[in-house]
Structures are given as structure tokens and as C-alpha cells.
């Protein structure tokens, strides 16, 4: 079982530009959530996603969408970036009906 | 919405020692509670939980407990091994949002040999 796998592991972007990163769940989930963690603090929560719709949503602007495809791996997506979204992104996969979640390692996103 | 909060910021103790954290939550419509720890460069992983319905739980020298009432939970960890040192983070989970985790600020454990 590869667990929950993420890519790119590190990203530079510069500032106004979009990035989209992914995310697969551990084999048999099929409810992904994203979570913003910066450096010092817990992660907070940014939306989660099931049945390809997404289900609760976080205190986060519009900038940031994603998606889920029909194989449950995700999508987050941040448009116009500010120097601000800087931050480890975590996807955490788990079962609709069962809270445990299990975490991947994380995108280090830079903006510069 | 729900809010965690998590003491202490840091901790160090002497290999062999145990090591507590605690955490207290406002909602009382929280009723699951993990614990993750995070070692550098790398994602949270879970290492227990606990639900509502149960006030105590180990697994080997980890265990957590559960007050509702006062609405705290705390991690307790025996006999620490220079292993455990990583950053713990206690969260909780209101059952009306599914799987939302409201997580604390963390605990920076250092355990020293």
C-alpha cells in the first residue's frame, strides 16, 4: 500500500502566477481533504472533496478551487498567488464514514 | 467554529521520561479527536485516537485521554525514546463537517539522550 502520494514534493512560483497541485488517496479511501500548514502552525483546513463535488469548505478565498476525479485522486488549484500562500499543502485521505485520516508528505510551495 | 488550543508550545524531557501535552476545544459537538506527529520535512502521521464514547485509550507507551465535560484531552507518552522527538499536534473533528480537522499549534517534543 503506497499510501497517500503527492506531487511535485517542492514548487517555486512567482508571484500572480496558478499552480495546481495533486494528490492520490490511499488504496480504498475515497474522501480527500486539503490542508494549508505554515511554518510553526497546524494545518487548516481548506476544503474536502467526495463523490467528485466538493463537501465543506474552510475559511479560504475563491482563489483556491480543485477537483476530484472518478479514480478519488485530487486536485488543488491556486490562482494569482500572493507571497502569502506560501506554505506545506497536505492532502489526507480517508473513508466518508470513518474520521481517520492519514496524511501524505506535503507540497512545499514558495512564492516569490 | 471550533477552536483547539494546545500547551505546551515546547517540551523537553530525559529519555526514559514520560511527556504530556494537552489540549482543550470549544465545540461540544466534537467528538473525535487524533493525535499526529510530524517529523521534519515530512506529513503528519497519525499515531491514536480517540472518540466521544471512550474517556481512555493506549496503545503500547502512547495513550490518551478524554474529558468531555471540561472538554480537554491529553497525550501521554512513557518511557520516551530519542525517536519520539517531532513536532505532535492534537485535533478535533465536530461531527457536523464531516471530516474537518480543527488542529492545535503543535508541541515541539525533544527528547534527550
Known amino acids: 500500500d503506497a499510501g497517500v502520494t503527492q506531487s511535485p514534493t517542492h514548487l517555486i512560483k512567482t508571484r500572480g502566477q496558478q499552480v495546481t497541485l495533486r494528490c492520490s488517496p490511499k488504496s480504498g479511501h475515497d474522501t480527500v481533504s486539503w490542508y494549508q500548514q505554515a511554518l510553526g502552525q497546524g494545518p487548516q483546513f481548506i476544503f474536502q472533496y467526495y463523490e467528485e463535488e466538493e463537501r465543506q469548505r474552510g475559511n479560504f478565498p475563491d482563489r483556491f478551487s480543485g477537483h476530484q476525479f472518478p479514480n478519488y485522486s485530487s486536485e488543488l488549484n491556486v490562482n494569482a498567488l500572493l507571497l502569502g500562500d506560501s506554505a506545506l499543502y497536505l492532502c489526507?485521505?480517508?473513508?466518508?464514514?470513518?474520521?481517520?485520516?492519514?496524511f501524505g508528505q506535503g507540497t512545499r510551495l514558495t512564492v516569490v | 467554529g471550533e477552536n483547539v488550543e494546545q500547551h505546551p508550545s515546547t517540551l523537553s524531557v530525559q529519555e526514559g521520561d514520560s511527556a504530556v501535552i494537552k489540549c482543550t476545544y470549544s465545540?461540544?459537538?466534537?467528538?473525535?479527536f487524533p493525535w499526529y506527529k510530524q517529523e521534519l520535512g515530512k506529513g503528519p502521521q497519525l499515531i491514536i485516537d480517540i472518540r466521544s464514547n471512550v474517556g481512555e485509550k493506549k496503545d503500547q507507551r502512547i495513550a490518551v485521554t478524554l474529558n468531555k465535560t471540561a472538554k480537554h484531552f491529553s497525550l501521554h507518552i512513557t518511557e520516551t525514546q530519542p525517536e519520539d522527538s517531532a513536532v505532535y499536534f492534537c485535533?478535533?473533528?465536530?461531527?457536523?463537517?464531516?471530516?474537518?480537522?480543527?488542529f492545535g499549534t503543535g508541541t515541539s517534543l525533544t527528547v534527550i539522550p
Open positions: 489526507a485521505s480517508s473513508l466518508v464514514l470513518n474520521t481517520e485520516a492519514f
Open positions: 465545540d461540544s459537538a466534537s467528538n473525535y
Open positions: 485535533a478535533a473533528s465536530p461531527s457536523n463537517t464531516g471530516n474537518q480537522f480543527y
